[in-house]
């Protein structure tokens, strides 16, 4: 399967307890993207890397999340002391950018789900 | 970080008929409009997008309007299937910056 993967694809956690999900771009990829989906709404983005370096947050992202991509291949999204608030799903997403001009289509993965009790 | 309105919420169709998603933007410097289809438990996936120098864009049973001057886009499916039930979501991009997509439109196609 060469597609984007997201490990686990369910959590269940108790609020106040830290999260780490993976994901696995397409391997050719060099733009990797992390978004929210709430229940009933559309992917929210979060942040977005160019191979290891990260070029945006978006401002909703409190400083308890943090991502990485290290190596420019595989990349984490942390959740520090969760909250109730945090349930969602967490969505990845990869595209080959080759210019600035390029459509860029996203090729998300199937998401990692979280349940904060 | 509403920038792209869509309506409606929910749609309901006859098999056959023609369903029709509307939506709206404000940035004028999205030159990239996506549309995407999400099944339950699976990511959103690409279905079709346009850019703002082609009025309109088909393939198969799905069509882009595009109205630069209104800063509107929709999507058209034709002879809507049972298959074609899903979420629907409209985004729009600037160059090279992220993608961000409005709040999407369940579609049931009634048999």
């Given at each position: 399967?060469?597609?984007?993967?997201?490990?686990?694809?369910?959590?269940?956690?108790?609020?106040?307890?830290?999260?780490?999900?993976?994901?696995?771009?397409?391997?050719?990829?060099?733009?990797?993207?992390?978004?929210?989906?709430?229940?009933?709404?559309?992917?929210?983005?979060?942040?977005?890397?160019?191979?290891?370096?990260?070029?945006?947050?978006?401002?909703?992202?409190?400083?308890?999340?943090?991502?990485?991509?290290?190596?420019?291949?595989?990349?984490?999204?942390?959740?520090?002391?969760?909250?109730?608030?945090?349930?969602?799903?967490?969505?990845?997403a990869s595209s080959l950018?080759?210019?600035?001009?390029?459509?860029?289509?996203?090729?998300?993965?199937?998401?990692?789900?979280l349940t904060v009790l | 970080?509403?920038?792209?309105?869509?309506?409606?919420?929910?749609?309901?169709?006859?098999?056959?008929?023609?369903?029709?998603?509307?939506?709206?933007?404000?940035?004028?410097?999205?030159?990239?409009?996506?549309?995407?289809?999400?099944?339950?438990?699976?990511?959103?996936?690409?279905?079709?997008?346009?850019?703002?120098?082609?009025?309109?864009?088909?393939?198969?049973?799905?069509?882009?309007?595009?109205?630069?001057?209104?800063?509107?886009?929709?999507?058209?499916?034709?002879?809507?299937?049972?298959?074609?039930?899903?979420?629907?979501?409209?985004?729009?991009?600037?160059?090279?910056?992220?993608?961000?997509?409005?709040?999407?439109?369940?579609?049931?196609?009634?048999?």
């Open positions: 399967d060469t597609g984007v993967s997201q490990d686990p694809r369910h959590k269940i956690t108790k609020r106040g307890q830290n999260v780490t999900f993976r994901c696995d771009p397409i391997s050719e990829h060099n733009r990797l993207y992390w978004y929210r989906q709430t229940l009933g709404q559309g992917p929210e983005f979060l942040t977005y890397f160019q191979n290891e370096a990260q070029l945006e947050k978006s401002r909703l992202l409190s400083d308890r999340f943090s991502a990485e991509r290290p190596k420019g291949s595989f990349s984490t999204l942390e959740i520090q002391r969760t909250e109730q608030g945090d349930s969602a799903m967490y969505l990845c950018t080759v210019t600035v001009e390029a459509g860029g289509e996203l090729f998300f993965g199937e998401g990692s789900r | 970080q509403q920038q792209v309105k869509q309506s409606p919420q929910s749609l309901i169709v006859q098999k056959g008929g023609i369903s029709i998603i509307n939506c709206a933007y404000e940035n004028t410097a999205f030159d990239y409009f996506p549309w995407y289809q999400q099944f339950p438990g699976k990511g959103p996936a690409l279905l079709i997008a346009i850019r703002p120098d082609v009025s309109e864009k088909k393939e198969g049973r799905f069509t882009i309007s595009f109205n630069k001057s209104a800063k509107q886009f929709s999507l058209h499916i034709m002879d809507s299937q049972p298959g074609d039930s899903a979420t629907y979501f409209c985004a729009a991009k600037a160059g090279g910056f992220k993608t961000i997509f409005g709040a999407g439109t369940r579609l049931f196609v009634k048999a």
